[in-house]
C-alpha cells in the first residue's frame, strides 16, 4: 500500500487514496479480489487521503466494512 504521489493525485482529479502496490499471490486480498494498482477511495461512509487515515479507520472498525475502489475509471464498492 501507498500514498498517492503528487503527479496520480492530479490523474485522479486531485483525490486522495491508497494506491494498493502489489497483491501477493493467495493472500487475504486476493481472495477478496483486490488487485495491483487498485485505489482505495473510501471506507465505510468516509473518504480517505492516505495510508495513515486508512489505518485509523480500520483500527476503529467493528463489524463490517466496505471499501470504495477505483480500477480502470470504474467504481466498486468491497464488503470486508
Known amino acids: 500500500l501507498a500514498d498517492l504521489s503528487s503527479s496520480a493525485r492530479s490523474r485522479?482529479?486531485?483525490?486522495?487514496?491508497?494506491?494498493?502496490?502489489?497483491?501477493?499471490?493467495?493472500?487475504?486480498?486476493?481472495?477478496y479480489g483486490l488487485e495491483k494498482n487498485d485505489l482505495i477511495a473510501g471506507v465505510s461512509r468516509y473518504q480517505i487521503?492516505?495510508?495513515?487515515?486508512l489505518t485509523q479507520l480500520l483500527k476503529s472498525s467493528t463489524g463490517r466494512v466496505t471499501l470504495t475502489?477505483?480500477?480502470?475509471?470504474?467504481?466498486?464498492?468491497?464488503t470486508l
Open 12 to 31: 485522479a482529479g486531485g483525490a486522495g487514496g491508497v494506491l494498493i502496490s502489489e497483491v501477493a499471490p493467495g493472500s487475504l486480498a486476493a481472495q
Open 49 to 53: 487521503n492516505n495510508l495513515a487515515e
Open 69 to 78: 475502489i477505483h480500477r480502470n475509471r470504474r467504481s466498486y464498492v468491497l
